[in-house]
């Protein structure tokens, strides 16, 4: 059981990357005066 616990927890982890990288994206396109402050 050890082994499925440590795997959800990788994907949720992989899976707040992927959103997190999907919202800055998001943003960036959104808002370009975000890309010129960063």
Same mark, same amino acid.
């Given at each position: !059981? $050890? #082994? $499925?616990? #440590? #795997? !959800?927890? /990788?994907? !949720?982890?992989?899976?707040?990357? =992927? $959103? =997190? @990288? =999907? $919202? !800055?994206?998001?943003? @960036?396109?959104?808002?370009? /005066?975000? *890309?010129? *402050?960063?």
């Amino acid at each position: !059981m $050890a #082994g $499925a616990e #440590g #795997g !959800m927890m /990788s994907s !949720m982890l992989l899976f707040e990357l =992927i $959103a =997190i @990288t =999907i $919202a !800055m994206v998001f943003l @960036t396109n959104v808002h370009p /005066s975000v *890309r010129r *402050r960063l």
